[in-house]
């Protein structure tokens, strides 16, 4: 069966594919110890709170490490075309993105000057795509360049998409006033996965009349599982299936967090945390496809460029070159052995000090990185957070990552008796000075419930009870 999915199939996969997907971790949130969501990122955080009750919250992040809206479009009196010099020439060597949603449905966090437990359910999707500099380079110096002449280049991408949820139990337990061990062990119900992985689809380029390009297809498997529930057999999406999609099952999986605090003075805490370490295997409604013309898998190009194929206003003007390279990238659907496949998470590990100045006035600092398939991403954050009382919250952040990117948020909660509504930003100035130049954006807002204060909480009170203790044998 053949799943033909539009025209222009292969040149929006190539447009996505300028970007590698890849989970950036929220800072602005790690020191909100006023937040429970805070335990997410550390779960040996503490809340100020004794009992908690997380309503349903939306927290959304996209981030590209190469691309802004104005490396990619270019406006004139024609209006906005897609700009394929520039945007090929902005391709580094691993060129980052990160596009995740994720709902927290459910939680409750109930906390005690020496134990908290915690249950929450989240909703979580997330993808992956990369691609290498060598695409880049040949299409931006272009087939014809002589740097680029009577060479094959592999510019097949590499893409992961999931849409799983978090059942999870988390606890954390204070020794001895000045360590905190804390523990997040989650079920994954995987709801549905696509992923692509060394592919192979090879362009050959000639130093011969009219710079011929042979586009060959060859292996290049798609594995997905879940998504068939979303498709007739036609291959259009329905929603018939939805009640069978969302209860999961195509996945299960595993995944834990730890973390550790210590108290060194009554100011200072020093931390540790290493996050989302898992994965789900897959192996439930399995349906793979491979790419590729039903009779055959080579196709030669002459004289084309792509950038009038994406800025053209006649689509739909004959142009055989481009329909049989259209036909080379349709779905065609693969006899399925009910195999079973794995994906990890992507790791997060930090280090943080905070100091608290009183008043419930808090700095901190992290150092850490995230980890995913052999990418390795250091960042560095600088938070300051102010809470008046409990009917006002406010925080600034600044984060800088192995990309490049520069990041300034911003935080604001505002608090009623029994109730707190906030919204959370990790790039809040570039997206309000000049949105078409920000690389980034994230963003979380949500209510909770909060009800009564921990009192021997180190954000709460003067002094720990050794200090204490140190004072009496004085």
Known sequence: MICNFKKYIFLISCFLSAFTCFGQQETMLYFMKDMPQSLQLNPAHKSVYKTSIILPSVYLNAE??????????????????????????????????????????????????????????????????????????????????????????????EFNLSHYREYGFG????????????????????????????????????????????????????????FNKLLTSDKEFTTAELGSYLAGGAGNGFAFDLGLTFQLTDRILLEFAATNIGQIIWSNSRQDYQLGAENYNTVVLTGSNPQDVFNSENFDEPNPQYDSLVKLFDFQEL???????????????????????GHKFIIGCTAGFSYLDGYFNPRASFSMNKRFADFLGIGVNYTADKSGISRFGGAVS?????????????????????????????????????????????????????????????
């Open 171 to 226: 606890f954390n337990y204070n020794i001895k006033d000045r360590w905190t061990f804390g523990l997040n062990a989650k079920y994954l119900s995987g709801l549905m996965n696509i992923s692509m992985k060394n592919a192979k689809i090879t362009l050959q380029t000639e130093d011969a009349a009219n710079y011929p390009i042979t586009i060959a297809m060859g292996d290049a498997p798609i594995r997905t599982a879940g």
């Open 335 to 357: 006899p399925s052995d009910g195999g079973t496949y794995t994906t990890t998470l992507p790791m997060y590990t930090n280090v943080a000090a905070s100091i608290n100045l």
């Open 64 to 157: 590209s490490t190469t691309f802004s809206y104005n490396n990619i479009f270019t406006e004139d009196l024609d209006g906005t075309n897609i700009d394929l010099e520039k945007f090929f020439e902005k391709l580094q060597d691993q060129n980052i993105m990160e596009s995740t949603a994720v709902v927290d449905l459910v939680g409750l966090t109930i906390t005690s000057d020496k134990i908290s437990f915690s249950l929450f359910v989240r909703e979580r999707i997330s993808s992956v795509m990369q691609i290498k500099e060598d695409v880049g380079e040949l299409f931006a110096k272009g087939t014809a360049h002589p740097d680029n002449l009577n060479k094959e280049f592999n510019v097949a991408p």
């Open 414 to 474: 505002i608090g009623f008796p029994g109730i707190k509504v906030y919204a959370i930003s990790d790039d809040l100035v570039k997206n309000i000075t000049n949105w078409k130049d920000s690389q980034s954006l994230g963003v979380r807002v949500g209510v909770n419930l909060n009800f009564g204060y921990v009192k021997q909480n180190y954000l709460n009170k003067k002094q720990t009870r050794s200090s204490q203790i140190m004072e009496w044998e004085r």
